[in-house]
């Protein structure tokens, strides 16, 4: 089983500053890392993933997230955040087994909020 | 999301009536999965369904019940509402790039 925690559950953010929404996960086995973001009134958007390989990966947006599995982290950072980045951000993590049968457990959530 | 709905949109409803969502998706796709929103606890895993008729508990199942006669709709049941189950619904499918395509969410009130 997987566990996921984000400590922040509210981020305030002043425009055009750096963000770093933090994620840390617990799992017994290899993982799978994802962030979504969600905007008010919204379903949940792929903001990037972590599968294999390079462990910075880049998602849409100007969003990036660096796997570090000694720390077992995966923060989702970005380097100037503007008003429209105001959402909901989920940290998620899912076993790497059967395609499909790796259900996703997600974090509590982060709520980034711009200031202007 | 492209390929896969929710209805209805909004729902408002008694405690102690039945509720009936919908999942209807045009992926073709075996899984499918029923979450639940909340604040503070982010999403939790109600059921999901590994195939027609085929179908399996997740986190937090009591007062739920799922059904799928058909690959492309899922539907997720609460036999007798209660107002712990006022939530916002999400549907998923597993997308081709792993992780999941969501749907756009049921807001459930229960008064």
């Known amino acids: 089983a997987q566990s996921v925690t984000q400590l922040d559950s509210q981020v305030p953010v002043f425009e055009e500053a750096p963000v770093e929404l933090r994620c840390n996960y617990s799992?017994?086995?290899?993982?799978?890392l994802f962030w979504y973001v969600q905007y008010p009134n919204q379903g949940l958007q792929l903001l990037l993933k972590?599968?294999?390989?390079?462990?910075l990966v880049k998602g849409i947006n100007g969003f990036e997230a660096e796997f570090n599995k000694s720390q077992t982290s995966f923060h989702l950072r970005k380097p100037s955040v503007h008003i429209s980045d105001t959402a909901e951000y989920f940290c998620?993590?899912?076993?790497?087994?059967?395609?499909?049968?790796?259900?996703?457990?997600f974090g509590t959530g982060t709520r980034l909020t711009i200031i202007p | 999301d492209a390929g896969i709905t929710q209805s209805p949109r909004h729902k408002v409803t008694e405690t102690g009536t039945p509720v009936t969502l919908r999942c209807h998706q045009t992926?073709?796709?075996?899984?499918m999965y029923w979450y639940r929103q909340d604040p503070e606890h982010g999403l939790r895993l109600i059921h999901y369904?590994?195939?027609?008729?085929?179908?399996d508990k997740g986190e937090v199942s009591d007062g739920y019940s799922v059904s799928r006669s058909k690959t492309e709709d899922f539907l997720l049941t609460l036999e007798s509402a209660t107002s712990s189950q006022t939530s916002v619904y999400f549907c998923?499918?597993?997308?081709?790039?792993?992780?999941?395509?969501f749907g756009s969410g049921t807001r459930l009130t229960v008064v």
């Open positions: 998923a499918i597993p997308s081709g790039s792993r992780g999941y395509t």
């Open positions: 998620a993590v899912s076993g790497t087994t059967n395609f499909g049968n790796e259900k996703l457990t």
């Open positions: 369904s590994y195939g027609v008729k085929d179908t």
């Open positions: 992926e073709n796709h075996r899984y």
């Open positions: 972590y599968l294999s390989g390079s462990t």
């Open positions: 799992s017994s086995v290899s993982v799978y």
